[in-house]
């Protein structure tokens, strides 16, 4: 559970970032030198580019910003700087070579490591419960979950493996939608410690009643969307999902193709049958929202999410996750790349809410309906490039995280945010309705 206790912060502080480096050498390690400079996808970065962006935000949270030391190489912060130069761009910057960005991110750990070794974890608001440590261990993992989905991305044979979860021991017969009681409930975080700026601050919502999946929505129900015609028809649309949909010609979540009357799919470099039982995966806002309304529902507002999530009727507060406020284990979610996929549907028992909804942690990011914005308090902290500058843009949330997510990132006050055309990423979702039934022209439950 979170804990004050400095000491302690150290240690998971010291062990969030071995385990982050571990990560990233895995990604950057497991393909040649010339894979780590190639541009596997213009929506991408360079695997060479993350590699020594992320020493270089370690460079400039941890050495410059918490220990005051000058710059290493102040000559490179432009070229690693996600403002200066779009993704797409990044091939062709004079980056530092596979084996200087590996070196140069070395050192920087070396050198942080010792910083966090002196460092008091409280006094200033950067190193209090030993946040900066924590914001760069998160910052890490979220630029190795990048780097997995360039790997996604990349042609050929995979170079990434991992069990599979386990399968289902029995088909999961629970109900299919679960009622949250309205009222009340405190949505964002005061007291996490690692919490980002965009968590913050604790606050309470209203929240009318509704009725939310209780499972992420299945390929094979996806499949009857699209098998429905779900993509010839505007009616299901949002005039820009339907702009997207003709634009691209799109009939299937990315990576899907039809062939010989079946669904494949290529995944991790390998092509299979799309897995029926499994959460969707690769389907952009438009779509989670185009399906929504086929099926007669809506996605859930993003307090909904949180409120499902976190509320426990029994004690009437908020939890850190679904299961309570102990950390997730192998047991309760599918999160650190340990697995290379989503699990089945009705996976993860003791990970399920006190209402009995599973899977909100892990497996797959899941879509809201709400736009990303502030939080009534929100203070931008400890820079505004994190959350702020991106309020009110063109993006909606996501929550929840997924296979692809360490646990240092994922928690249930953590918020993501994407374009809605983005399909790339680890997203799923699962929809919601009113407790009204909202009239669908399938008709609602
Ligand atoms: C929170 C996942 C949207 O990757 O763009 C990484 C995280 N911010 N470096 C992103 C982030 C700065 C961010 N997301
Ligand atoms: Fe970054």
């Given at each position: ?257 039809r062939e010989g009357g079946q669904w494949l799919r290529r995944h991790f470099g390998r092509v299979e049958q799309v897995p029926p039982d499994e959460p969707v995966l690769h389907v952009s806002w438009y779509e989670a929202d185009a399906f929504a309304r086929w099926a007669g529902r809506r996605l859930p507002s993003e307090e909904e999410w949180e409120k499902a999530a976190r509320y426990d009727p029994s004690s009437d507060r908020s939890m850190r996750y679904p299961w309570g406020d102990a950390d997730p284990t192998p ?115």
């Amino acid at each position: 559970g979170p804990t004050a206790d400095p000491e302690d912060l150290r240690e998971r502080a010291h062990a969030a970032l071995l385990a982050a480096r571990d990560r990233t050498n895995l990604l950057t390690t497991c393909v040649e030198d010339t894979e780590l400079t190639a541009q596997h996808s213009p929506l991408m970065s360079p695997l060479v580019w993350d590699l020594a962006h992320i020493g270089n935000q370690e460079e400039q949270w941890l050495l410059r910003a918490v220990a005051g030391r000058d710059a290493m190489r102040p000559e490179i912060d432009p070229l690693y700087d996600a403002f200066e130069h779009p993704r797409a761009e990044r091939p062709a910057l004079p980056l530092l070579a596979p084996a200087e960005a590996r070196h140069y991110a070395a050192e920087v750990r070396g050198r942080a490591l010792d910083v966090l070794e002196r460092t008091p974890l409280r006094g200033t608001p950067l190193t209090d419960a030993g946040f900066a440590f924590g914001m760069i261990a998160q910052h890490e993992q979220q630029h190795d979950e990048t780097m997995l989905i360039t790997h996604q991305l990349r042609a050929g044979p995979t170079a990434l493996t991992a069990p599979d979860p386990a399968p289902l021991e029995a088909p999961f017969a629970g109900p299919a939608e679960v009622l949250v009681p309205g009222g009340p409930f405190t949505m964002g975080t005061s007291t996490e410690p690692w919490a980002l700026d965009n968590e913050r601050p604790a606050h309470h919502r209203l929240v009318p009643p509704f009725f939310i999946d209780t499972t992420p929505v299945t390929n094979a129900a996806y499949l009857r969307f699209v098998e429905d015609g779900g993509y010839d028809q505007e009616r299901w649309w949002a005039p820009e999902g339907w702009a997207m949909v003709r634009q691209n010609r799109l009939t299937a979540p990315l990576f899907w193709r039809r062939e010989g009357g079946q669904w494949l799919r290529r995944h991790f470099g390998r092509v299979e049958q799309v897995p029926p039982d499994e959460p969707v995966l690769h389907v952009s806002w438009y779509e989670a929202d185009a399906f929504a309304r086929w099926a007669g529902r809506r996605l859930p507002s993003e307090e909904e999410w949180e409120k499902a999530a976190r509320y426990d009727p029994s004690s009437d507060r908020s939890m850190r996750y679904p299961w309570g406020d102990a950390d997730p284990t192998p047991e309760r979610a599918n999160l650190g790349q340990r697995h290379l996929r989503p699990a089945p549907a009705g996976s993860y028992p003791a990970g399920e809410s006190p209402l009995g909804v599973r899977q909100l942690i892990g497996d797959v990011w899941e879509w809201t309906s709400s736009g990303f914005l502030p939080y009534p308090g929100f203070a931008a902290f400890p820079y505004r490039e994190y959350s702020d500058v991106f309020f009110g843009g063109d993006y909606k949330v996501l929550r929840g995280g997924a296979f692809s997510v360490d646990a240092v990132a994922c928690r249930g006050t953590f918020r993501n945010w994407d374009h809605p055309v983005r399909r790339q990423i680890f997203a799923g979702f699962r929809t919601a309705r009113d407790v009204a039934p909202c009239a669908g022209p399938e008709g609602a439950a």
